[in-house]
């Protein structure tokens, strides 16, 4: 095992679990790790306490003229459960057949440190980075980044950057060097649904009133038309339609057919909003899911009761031109319109976050692709992701630079769920990478 493979295990060992208030230990102890990590690197440190995780900045010594890239990452993991699930330990890194499992190796810990080992990789052949480099690793990513638009907006002038790297996405393929430069932004809410005050019998009373369960399953029922398009009123009003080179583009990427989808997922067939691929409705489509549903027994046998209540979560991804306090009020009121009679309703709102969007083309996002050409040994394939990296679009506009998504993670490496694992081969060359993209970046 390489030098650099020990140091990642070290640091995938730290369960660092930042929704988990008996791991807040793990969580600082994992901090201070990589405080010392930055420092023997030469690098100037420092932890910055907030009122949850703590975050850590380094950076080399600036040099007036050069260019300035602030790269970040976070060292905070989701929890394992179930862990009967898991083929080994959760926080015993091992390789198996070309991967490192472990919670952590792809989000985000196994991404961010390649940038880190490509930086001391350079510092110790050339002496000195070749432009002004600002980590920023913090703790609670995996809980919304609550702290850290303050602490951005504290420390805004002496995180001044240019530009942002970020590896804490994905490739579409092995071997497939992969650019981000979207994200889709998300909403969520919270439904209660409320009838008798309390469970009843549902021989003596069902029939006579209204069932929270059956109402609440027509409310789900009436966000989408049978063919998957969004019922909401207003919803596609804002949304900004794709560029004709982007849906042609697209169909070009390597992993992205309906077929390849489908054998990711290991669902029967696609459905989505008519008059797009699946890829399309993935990258830059919006939607409405249903994230958790539940009411009455649920244990072993029958039980005939009419509940009392009934509840479900919503999520909501967004694409640019959507604004996810309006979009949440459209789902607020698409609900209670369509409300049935006998019972009443909570709607508590929850996180949000904002689309992000830039250009590829840009000559920054002409340097990424340069570097990752040159690790990869191939182009890249542009891409907007999936999923939502909310403190992205707040980076944006607190510190007035776009970010470099340059994604690691292949699309079966379980992030969040039981046996997550990360590609030994993109590790390796993730290094290389972070080095070419530093030099890459300098020339502009």
């Known amino acids: 095992m390489t030098s650099e493979l020990e140091r990642l295990f070290e640091h995938l060992r730290f369960p660092s679990i930042s929704t988990d208030s008996r791991h807040v230990a793990d969580v600082r102890a994992n901090a201070e790790w990589l405080q010392g990590q930055?420092?023997?690197?030469?690098?100037q440190t420092e932890l910055h306490e907030t009122p949850g995780h703590p975050v850590i900045v380094a950076r080399n010594e600036r040099v007036e003229g050069r260019g300035t890239v602030l790269i970040y990452g976070h060292y905070d993991v989701q929890p394992v459960d179930p862990i009967e699930l898991w083929d080994s330990p959760p926080f015993e890194p091992e390789v198996r057949d070309g991967r490192i499992w472990g919670r952590g190796g792809a989000d985000n810990k196994g991404q961010h440190f390649v940038h880190m080992l490509g930086a001391e990789k350079t510092l110790k052949e050339e002496g000195e980075l070749p432009l002004n480099v600002i980590f920023l690793i913090e703790g609670e990513e995996e809980i919304g980044s609550p702290n850290l638009v303050p602490f951005l907006n504290m420390h805004k002038d002496d995180l001044a950057c240019d530009i942002i790297a970020v590896s804490d996405t994905g490739m579409v393929a092995p071997g497939v060097p992969t650019l981000g430069y979207g994200l889709r932004g998300i909403t969520c809410l919270e439904v209660m649904v409320k009838g008798p005050s309390g469970d009843l019998h549902s021989g003596v009373y069902g029939g006579c009133v209204a069932?929270?369960?059956?109402?609440?399953?027509?409310?789900?029922?009436?966000?989408h038309q049978d063919d998957g398009k969004i019922a909401v009123e207003g919803f596609y009003d804002d949304?900004?339609?794709?560029?004709?080179?982007?849906?042609?583009?697209?169909?070009?990427?390597?992993?992205?057919a309906d077929e390849d989808f489908l054998k990711t997922t290991g669902s029967p067939e696609p459905f989505g909003e008519p008059g797009y691929t699946m890829a399309e409705r993935l990258w830059a489509r919006p939607t409405i899911e249903i994230n958790g549903f539940g009411s009455g027994y649920q244990g072993e046998g029958s039980k005939t009761v009419l509940p009392a209540e009934a509840m479900f979560k919503l999520s909501c991804r967004l694409v640019p031109g959507q604004d996810p306090a309006k979009v949440q009020q459209q789902v607020e009121d698409h609900l209670r319109k369509n409300l049935p009679t006998g019972v009443t309703v909570e709607i508590h709102k929850g996180h949000s976050g904002k689309a992000y969007h830039n250009d590829p083309h840009s000559s920054y996002g002409k340097a990424a692709q340069r570097a990752l050409t040159t690790s990869f040994g191939r182009e890249p394939v542009l891409i907007r992701e999936g999923g939502s990296i909310p403190i992205i679009q707040d980076m944006k506009e607190i510190l007035g630079a776009d970010s470099l998504m340059l994604g690691l993670a292949l699309p079966d490496c379980q992030i969040h769920a039981p046996n997550e694992n990360y590609s030994v081969e993109n590790f390796q060359k993730g290094i290389e990478m972070s080095r070419e993209l530093l030099k890459e970046l300098s020339k502009i």
């Open 239 to 256: 949304v900004i339609p794709l560029e004709h080179w982007e849906r042609e583009m697209w169909t070009k990427v390597p992993g992205t």
């Open 211 to 223: 069932n929270p369960a059956t109402a609440a399953a027509r409310m789900v029922a009436s966000l």
């Open 38 to 43: 930055f420092e023997e690197m030469g690098l």
